[in-house]
C-alpha cells in the first residue's frame, strides 16, 4: 500500500492517534484526507495547528461511527477513497464483573465493534470501486489479552480483532488489504488515568504507514507491545497471569 497520492478517511481524527494520523498521512504525501470528526466545529482549531501546505488537502466530514445516517452520508462525500483507517473508539475503565450494570460494556461494543463493523460495510464498496485500497483497524494489546481493569473494553477490542480477521479474508478478493494495529499505553486522553509508561501517539501513526508500505498486516509498534506480542506467542498462559494482577479498584 503505497501512501503517496492516496485519499484517507480516519475517524476520531480530532484528537489522540487519529489527529496523528491526518497529520503523518499529510507528512507522506497523502492527496486528500477526510478528517472524521463528532463535533465538526472543532475542525478549524485543528485545521489552525497544520502548515499551511497542508489545509487544503483535510475536509472534515461530521461522523458518529454509531450513527448508521451518518455512515452512509459519508461514504458518499468519501466517496474516492482508498485508505480507511478506523481509529475511534473508547475505553470505560470497567471491569466485567464489578461494573454496576451493562450499560459500559454496551456501549463500548456499540463503537469499538458495531461501529467499526457498520464503517467496514459502508466503506467496503468503496475501496473496491477504487481498485482495492487498504482498512486499517486500530486494535489493542487487549485484543490479545484481557486487562481485568478495562476487562469490557478488551472484550470489545478481541471482538475488534476478530472482526479484522474476517473481514481481511472476506475483502482479499476485491484486492483489500486488511492492517491491525496492537498499540501498548499511548500517551492520550483514553489512557491519562493509566500509570504505566507510555509511547507517543506519533510513534504509532508513523510506524502504522510504515508498516503498511512494508506489507505486514499485524502490527505492533511501541516497545511495550512489541514485548506484549513476543510474550504472548511464547506463553499466553503466563501473560493472562500476569495481566490478571491489572485489577478494577473494586475488586483490588
Ligand atoms: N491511548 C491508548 O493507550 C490506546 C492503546 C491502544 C489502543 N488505543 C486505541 O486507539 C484509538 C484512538 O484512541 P486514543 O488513545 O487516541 O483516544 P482518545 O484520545 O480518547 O480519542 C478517541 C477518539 O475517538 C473518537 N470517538 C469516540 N467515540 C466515537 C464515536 N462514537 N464516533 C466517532 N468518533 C468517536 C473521539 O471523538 P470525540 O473527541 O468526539 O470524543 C476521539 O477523536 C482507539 O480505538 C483506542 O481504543 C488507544
Do not use: C
Not at 84 to 100: E, K
Not at 156 to 183: D, N, W, Y
Amino acid at each position: 500500500m503505497k501512501i503517496k497520492n492516496s485519499v484517507v478517511l480516519v475517524t476520531g481524527s480530532n484528537r489522540g492517534i487519529g489527529k496523528s494520523y491526518v497529520t503523518a498521512l499529510l507528512n507522506h504525501g497523502a492527496k486528500k484526507v477526510y478528517a472524521g470528526i463528532r463535533d465538526v466545529g472543532a475542525f478549524d482549531k485543528l485545521a489552525s495547528e497544520w502548515p499551511e501546505e497542508h489545509r487544503g488537502k483535510v475536509e472534515p466530514v461530521a461522523l458518529d461511527i454509531t450513527n448508521e445516517k451518518q455512515i452512509q452520508s459519508a461514504a458518499a462525500k468519501a466517496g474516492d477513497i482508498d485508505l480507511l483507517i478506523n481509529n475511534a473508539g473508547i475505553a470505560n475503565f470497567t471491569g466485567l464483573i464489578s461494573a454496576g450494570n451493562l450499560d459500559s460494556a454496551r456501549q463500548e461494543m456499540e463503537v469499538n465493534y458495531f461501529g467499526t463493523l457498520m464503517m467496514s460495510r459502508a466503506f467496503a464498496p468503496v475501496l473496491k470501486k477504487n481498485g482495492g485500497g487498504a482498512l486499517v483497524n486500530v486494535l489493542t494489546v487487549a485484543s490479545l489479552g484481557n486487562f481485568p481493569v478495562l476487562g469490557s473494553y478488551s472484550a470489545s477490542k478481541a471482538a475488534l480483532h476478530s472482526l479484522t480477521q474476517g473481514i481481511r479474508a472476506e475483502l482479499a478478493a476485491q484486492g483489500t488489504r486488511v492492517f491491525g494495529v496492537f498499540p501498548g499505553p499511548i500517551e492520550t486522553d483514553m489512557a491519562k488515568d493509566f500509570d504505566m509508561e507510555k509511547s507517543s501517539p506519533d510513534m504509532i501513526a508513523e510506524g502504522t504507514l510504515k508498516a503498511m508500505v512494508q506489507g505486514v498486516e499485524d502490527i505492533f509498534i511501541d516497545p511495550m507491545a512489541v514485548q506484549f506480542r513476543k510474550d504472548y506467542f511464547s506463553d499466553p498462559k503466563a501473560l493472562e497471569k500476569q495481566l490478571s494482577e491489572f485489577l478494577p479498584v473494586a475488586s483490588s
